[in-house]
Each structure stands twice: as structure tokens, then as C-alpha cells.
């Protein structure tokens, strides 16, 4: 049985066709494509019929390559979402990068908390534009958008039904909305109440493996299969967090791309004073599980360095930059990834630049000087927030599980176990979309449970373990950012 991961990151976008037979995974990219908001009428937006097109395409290359898709399921990151009247998308969803759509978010916290939005949520996640200020955003500045909108549905079940499938929710992307009751999994109804917010667009929330749909062969040229669209865990992360092979108690993971995301599985959700101070939230995912995390900025640093070189004559191919950050002295400049001057507009790498001078640090002159301070400075921050979120939670892992596109970075791998001081172990570099075809997979009866899947996953991939390496070194790193980060980090 064919299923299709459709994993929609912040940056590109991934068709995938996995299958499980014989207690093994076999998982084929059939088509890369990319994925950012684009600017349209000075507003950050998804471009989803550019994005459908893009789909539609690799479906087409799945059954040119002589398969059948048998089940679908779509994820994304989260947050985003679309409004529909009469089965109708309203306007292109913003995305969560649009800074306008903070302009009311005073107004949110004059009538509410970030504590008691955090109690009634557990969602504490300050630097990205949660649905819920979007929400409110578009009912203070555009009211009669929401007024003509039947229902609110987040971006993967708003792919999937372009597809075919009914407008729908998921429990793993609901739960990052800042709108959902962590501790019941229903819409967290007072809050939205005290904020005067509607609730009749906010749709039942459906299980995992819901069957919601069919392909709609009438619709997308060239592509016959009538496969049945499911809901897998639809939340990027969620699904990242599924695809790890994590067992025992050995349950901490960093999940990288354009975010990093580091946490821990839980059994409950963590809403301490020390929780909320940290910073950290509560997303709901697989099987009753809590993903007791904090994110960190990622790739998307790189990323968008890449992007100006890109438009000079330096090589910005990946590995002669991560050959070139090899190379410069260490004990180079050192950022927070987090700070706020690092966002989708300006010039990257003048903004780091400019960091390094304003914290009476040596500016990096070579874009392998660059690359290795992005990469340091990833690697530390995301260290000292796994460690404060394992006190939190008062558990911790043996080893740390890195899922995504970093599994290919050996350099950022081998820097980030040195900063923890203890072992990295790498599973699938895909591992949203495995998290995406384990749930597809469970729904069909291809395997019994996620834990199954999981030994199914470790069994199949050839994955690498860092161990820690030059640790008086990474004792005075950490020292050097803690000086730059808040007093808390201290």
C-alpha cells in the first residue's frame, strides 16, 4: 500500500511515497518544490494555488513511476489557517510572518494575560503570530471577512481540501493555535469569550486517521488514483516528533529546519511558573502524547544568508560553506538566534554583522566565518534550552534525537552533541514526512500502533550517533553566549 506525504515546511514543500511491508520502511522523495509566503498587496500570504499545482506534480510523478496512491495526508507548520463560506476559500490565508497581524496584539493582552493565556492554552509562544492574535487581528481590522465565513480551517486540511477532502481539524495542528484546551482537547471556549472572539467558525476537531476525502481525479489533470485522503498528524512538528525512533525514556528531541524545536514527550502538559517563564509550550500530539517544547530559530538564519549570497559571486552551495566554516579560528562571534532583528525582511547577513558590533564582538568577514557562528550559536542556544527544559520537566534522555534536515549537517551535529555533553543520535532526515506516513499507516492497519512504527523506523534507517568532543571548548561557549543572552539564562 502507496501512502503520500504531502510536508509543507516554511521554505519547500516534499512529496513523498512511503510504504511498510515486512516490518521495513521504504520512503521515496518523488518531487521538491518551493514553499514561502509570497508578498502580495504589502501582505505575506500563501500562495496556495501556485502550491496546489506544485502538488498536483508530484502526484503526477508518483504514478508515472508506474504507482497507485493509495491513502494522502497533508502537514504543514502551524499556526496558519483560511477562511470559508460555502466550501469556498475567502482570501488568500496570511502567513505567520506578516508583521501587521501583531498590530492588535496589545489589545489581546489588555483583556487577557500571557499567564492566563498560557494556563488556558499552554501555548507560550511569543516570537511567532499565533492564530489566535491573527484571529484577532482579522476581526479588530478586517470584521467582515469573518462575518462572511462559515468555518476556520488550518492549512493542512485547507491543502487537503483542494485536493478533495471536507473541511476539517486535527487535534496536533488545533493544538497550536493558542485557542485549544491542552488538558481536555477542545476549544478552549472562555478565552475566546473574554477576548469576544466567534466560535462558531472553530470546526469539530476530528481523530487522527479520520478518512476525510477522496482525490478529485475530475479536477487534477493527469492523475487517476482515487486515493483516500486521511488526517495523519497534520502539525509539521508533531509529525517530525512521531517519525523519531524515540523509546524508554529517552524521550528529548530536536527537530531542525527554518525552526528548531526541542522538547521533550510527555505524558501531561506542563503548565508550571517555571514553564511559563521559560517559555515554553505545550503542543498535543500521537496517541494522548504532549510535546513539552521551546523553539529556537533555526536554518532559517542560514537560509537567508544563502539567499544573498546567492546574489553575489560567493559560492553559496552547501558544502563549500559548510567546508568553509570549518576552517576559521574558533572562539568567533557568537548570536542569539532569537534575538528580534533576525526576521524575513532585511539583509541577513549585514543583520548579524551588526549584532556582532553592537556586543563588542569581531564582525565575520568570510561566509564560512559566517556560517560557523550561525552554526556555533545554533548549537549552544539549542543546548541550554534542552537542559532548562529537561529541569522543568524533571526528566532527562541519555541521548538526544535530531530529526530533519540537520541529520545531514555532520558539522552542526557533531557541535550540537559537544554542547550537550552528551551523544546525538540522528533519525530520518525526512522524519516529518515518516511522521505523516506512521499515522497513515496506523489508520490502514499496516502497522498496529506508533510504537510499532517506531521500532519500524530504527530498524530501517541508517542513522548516526555524535558523541561530545572538546568539552572545555564548549564550556566557554556556553559561558559566551549565556553573557549575551537575559539575565534567566544565567
Not at 16 to 42: C, K, Q, Y
Not at 377 to 387: D, H, W, Y
Request: charged share 30%.
Amino acid at each position: 500500500m502507496n501512502h503520500v506525504a504531502v510536508d509543507l515546511g516554511a521554505s519547500g514543500g516534499k512529496i513523498l511515497r512511503g510504504t511498510i511491508a515486512n516490518g521495513t520502511l521504504d520512503l521515496e522523495t518523488v518531487h521538491r518544490f518551493e514553499n514561502r509566503p509570497i508578498e502580495r498587496d504589502e501582505r505575506y500570504v500563501w500562495d496556495v494555488d501556485s502550491l496546489i499545482r506544485s502538488i498536483v506534480e508530484g502526484l503526477e510523478n508518483v504514478e508515472s513511476a508506474g504507482e497507485t496512491i493509495d491513502t494522502l495526508g497533508v502537514d504543514t507548520w502551524g499556526v496558519d489557517f483560511g477562511l470559508y463560506a460555502d466550501g469556498e476559500l475567502l482570501c488568500d490565508p496570511y502567513a505567520y510572518r506578516d508583521p501587521t497581524l501583531e498590530s492588535t496584539l496589545d489589545d489581546v493582552l489588555e483583556t487577557v494575560s500571557k499567564r492566563e493565556i498560557f494556563e488556558a492554552t499552554g501555548i507560550n509562544h511569543w516570537n511567532v503570530t499565533n492564530t489566535l492574535w491573527q484571529y484577532h487581528y482579522l476581526w479588530q481590522e478586517e470584521p467582515e471577512i469573518v462575518e462572511e465565513a462559515d468555518s476556520m480551517v488550518m492549512m493542512p486540511q485547507v491543502i487537503a481540501e483542494r485536493l478533495g477532502a471536507d473541511p476539517s481539524s486535527e487535534l496536533t495542528i488545533a493544538s497550536t493555535t493558542q485557542m485549544l484546551d491542552p488538558e481536555t482537547g477542545e476549544w478552549a471556549s472562555d478565552l475566546l469569550d473574554r477576548l469576544d472572539l466567534p466560535r462558531e467558525l472553530l470546526p469539530e476537531i476530528s481523530d487522527i486517521g479520520s478518512s476525510i476525502g477522496t482525490l478529485r481525479t475530475d479536477a487534477l489533470s493527469d492523475v487517476d488514483s482515487e486515493a483516500e485522503i486521511l488526517l495523519p498528524v497534520s502539525h509539521d512538528t508533531g509529525a517530525a516528533v512521531t517519525g523519531l525512533p524515540l523509546s524508554g525514556t529517552d524521550r528529548t528531541f530536536l527537530s531542525t529546519g527554518t525552526w528548531f524545536v526541542s522538547g521533550i514527550e510527555v505524558d501531561e502538559p506542563i503548565l508550571t511558573d517555571d514553564a511559563f517563564e521559560f517559555g515554553a509550550s505545550n503542543e498535543l500530539g500521537i496517541d494522548g502524547s504532549v510535546r513539552f517544547l521551546k523553539n529556537v530559530t533555526g536554518f532559517f538564519l542560514f537560509e537567508e544568508c544563502r539567499k544573498i549570497w546567492a546574489d553575489s559571486d560567493v559560492d553559496h552551495s552547501y558544502d563549500t560553506l559548510i567546508r568553509e566554516a570549518r576552517s576559521p579560528e574558533r572562539d568567533g562571534p557568537l548570536i542569539d538566534p532569537d534575538d528580534d532583528r533576525f526576521s524575513i525582511e532585511g539583509d541577513m547577513v549585514e543583520d548579524v554583522g551588526a549584532y556582532c558590533r553592537e556586543t563588542d564582538q569581531s564582525v565575520p568577514g568570510s561566509a564560512g566565518e559566517v556560517t560557523r557562528s550561525i552554526f556555533e550559536s545554533l548549537a549552544v542556544k539549542t543546548a541550554l534550552t534542552i537542559e532548562r527544559l529537561e529541569s522543568i520537566a524533571g526528566t532527562d534522555s541519555d541521548v538526544v534525537y535530531l530529526g530533519g534536515g540537520g541529520v545531514r549537517n555532520e558539522l552542526f551535529c557533531q557541535m550540537l552533541a559537544s554542547a550537550l555533553g552528551r551523544p546525538v543520535r540522528t533519525g530520518p532526515v525526512e522524519s516529518t514526512a515518516v511522521g505523516n506516513v506512521l499515522s497513515q499507516a496506523e489508520a490502514t492497519g499496516r502497522i498496529v500502533s506508533i510504537e510499532a512504527g517506531r521500532e519500524v523506523v530504527e530498524s530501517s534507517i541508517d542513522g548516526s550517533e555524535f558523541t561530545p568532543q572538546d568539552e572545555t571548548y564548549w564550556d566557554s561557549r556556553r559561558k559566551d553566549l549565556r553573557s549575551l543572552l537575559e539575565d534567566d539564562w544565567a
